[in-house]
């Protein structure tokens, strides 16, 4: 009898280290899974870039503000032909001057058309990037800019002048005719195309 219960202790102590092994290899199984399905979504959006993750946050960046507007389809395809899609959603801060259908309207006649031809890409991400400055500009910012006398510097690579009209702001001709904040910054809606001025 005494023989018999080490005997049964071995084949115990057997029995449950190939449970705690077979559990702990279930476990490995299951945690690398997720991680592998996690990894794959994640170079899928890096390769489409950050413009293309979905953003569920209460406030829109200043990609998706523009996508939802109905007023701004000329410019959303304009940024798409432009590949500049990426810089409207970067972490910022930065204020986005966004002409709108109307302002796109005011330009000659074929002047949209043949910015959006493929051999003019360059051209137009340049002309894009007059309408964003890198910087954090609520009205009251651009109001101290206007006293001050300074011009807002753009992500092209120009200056330009910012002044006051009555309680109409103006900038780079353009004037405001509204104003939204955006999780990345600021967007003013503007009713003509800021032209570079190279």
């Known amino acids: 009898m005494m023989k018999s219960i080490p005997f049964l ?3 115990f102590l057997l029995i449950s280290s190939s449970v705690l092994i077979g559990c702990k ?3 490995n199984d ?3 899974t997720p991680a592998t399905a996690d990894e794959t979504s994640n170079d899928a959006a890096s390769n489409r870039g950050q413009a293309f993750i979905d953003d569920d946050s209460a406030t829109p960046n200043a990609l998706r503000l523009a996508m939802d507007s109905e007023d701004h389809t000329t410019l959303v395809a304009a940024v798409e032909a432009a590949g500049v899609e ?3 959603v970067n972490v910022g801060p930065l204020t986005v001057f966004a002409p709108t259908n109307a302002a796109f309207d005011k330009l000659p006649d ?3 058309e043949d910015l959006l031809k493929p051999e003019n890409k ?4 340049y002309i894009l990037k007059n309408h964003v400055a890198p910087s954090n500009y609520p009205i009251d910012m651009l109001e101290k800019n206007i006293e001050k006398g300074r011009t807002l510097y753009m992500a092209s690579g120009e200056n330009v002048d910012v002044s006051k009209e009555g309680d109409d702001i103006i900038v780079g001709g353009a004037k405001i005719i509204g104003t939204v904040k955006v999780s990345n910054g600021w967007v003013h809606v503007v009713e003509d195309v800021i032209l570079p001025k190279e």
């Open 110 to 112: 074929g002047t949209v």
């Open 9 to 11: 202790m071995m084949i």
């Open 122 to 125: 360059s051209k137009l991400a």
């Open 25 to 27: 290899d279930n476990t």
């Open 86 to 88: 990426n810089s409207l």
């Open 30 to 32: 299951e945690s690398e």
